[in-house]
């Protein structure tokens, strides 16, 4: 039997303290939420270690620090809205329900969608809402949010999410080229956006209208 607290134990002390994580309630959260459930049980030997893996449909689950570092961006404290481009397996997203409000989630593929909103609902989350959809667009009609985050490479920021996000907010979104990007997190201040650069990364590509094409 595969002791998999001790792994998530083992994942926090090797791969995200040492790399600067600080932020005591995501490592506490990242301790507590099963990453293998999130991915096919034949991967379930990987499921922590320091690696993207495979979830179908050409789409991965990020590797623990990446998505540890894009959510300690986001400076969450509790009862924020969040909006997520891109849910694929669903654990970023639960993530992110520990760790506020409200998590909006959008899923262009609606087989990768429906498995999360499952996985998610039988795991007992309640404040997280999975919809199908071209994520480049937003959420308009759930808009503002206080936080968003973009789990796919795109070429920039859509200006429609700049737009749904509210004064004071934060983005943090993988931003570059198709096969390179770096993490970027742009606070919204008095209309306008400051932006920070942060580590260099490599994500699957938002498709949709304002991001690549197919």
């Known amino acids: 039997m595969r002791d998999f607290e001790r792994?998530?134990?083992?994942?926090v002390e090797t791969q995200l303290i040492p790399r600067g994580i600080k932020d005591k309630r995501l490592l506490d959260v990242m301790r507590k939420v099963p990453r293998h459930l999130f991915i096919?049980?034949?991967?379930?030997?990987?499921?922590?270690?320091?690696?993207?893996?495979?979830?179908g449909e050409n789409q991965t689950i990020s590797q623990p620090y990446m998505v540890a570092i894009m959510t300690e961006l986001l400076e969450l404290k509790g009862d924020e809205r969040v909006l997520e481009i891109g849910t694929g397996s669903g654990y970023q997203a639960a993530i992110l329900g520990e760790l506020a409000g409200e998590v909006?989630?959008?899923?262009?593929?609606?087989?990768?969608?429906?498995?999360?909103k499952n996985r998610l609902g039988e795991m007992g989350y309640t404040n997280i809402y999975v919809v199908i959809g071209d994520g480049s667009k937003g959420l308009p009609e759930k808009s503002p949010f206080d936080r968003i985050i973009i789990t796919a490479a795109t070429p920039e920021i859509p200006e429609c999410l700049k737009s749904q996000l509210a004064e004071g907010g934060i983005i943090v979104a993988p931003v570059?080229?198709?096969?390179?990007?770096?993490?970027?997190?742009?606070?919204?201040?008095?209309?306008?956006?400051?932006q920070e650069y942060h580590t260099p990364c490599i994500f699957v590509p938002l498709i949709g209208e304002y991001g690549w094409k197919e």
């Open 7 to 11: 792994l998530r134990n083992l994942m």
């Open 40 to 55: 096919p049980e034949t991967s379930w030997d990987d499921a922590y270690e320091d690696m993207a893996l495979p979830i």
């Open 104 to 116: 909006y989630t959008i899923e262009r593929i609606e087989a990768l969608a429906h498995k999360a």
């Open 176 to 194: 570059g080229q198709r096969f390179s990007q770096i993490l970027i997190k742009a606070k919204k201040i008095k209309g306008t956006f400051k």
